[in-house]
């Protein structure tokens, strides 16, 4: 049984940094692209990050480039968002998702398994 199971998250104020977590389970990954995507409040879920599982290829949507940073933990079959400077509008629930590799990793509709999500809430 594929598993996502995701930690981290809280309350953080503006400028501060979060780290959130992956841990993959029940298959291979190794030709799968991991993701990150955020859902805020009466919105649709958005894509934020995503790293190619072999070769470690990443990827971000331009509003968290510089600030957020995509990684991956192959012993530990984990994946991780870092989250610096943060800012109110990066409020949300976070969830991380795994695509096939050669399905676009920014539509949400192409992924098979998706995690149980996290709050992130960042206070100005």
């Known amino acids: 049984q594929v598993q996502l199971v995701q930690s981290g998250g809280g309350l953080v104020q503006a400028g501060g940094s979060l780290r959130l977590s992956c841990a993959a389970s029940?298959?291979?990954?190794?030709?799968?692209?991991m993701s990150w995507f955020r859902q805020a409040p009466g919105k649709e879920r958005e894509f934020v990050a995503a790293?190619?599982?072999?070769?470690?290829?990443?990827y971000y949507t331009d509003s968290v480039k510089g600030r957020f940073t995509i990684s991956r933990d192959s012993a530990e079959n984990t994946v991780y968002l870092q989250m610096n400077t943060l800012k109110p509008e990066d409020t949300a629930v976070y969830y991380c998702g795994a695509v096939y590799r050669f399905r676009d990793y920014t539509i949400r509709e192409n992924y098979a398994y998706w995690g149980q999500g996290t709050q992130v809430t960042v206070s100005s």
């Open positions: 029940g298959r291979t990954f190794s030709s799968y692209t």
């Open positions: 790293i190619r599982w072999s070769g470690g290829n990443t």
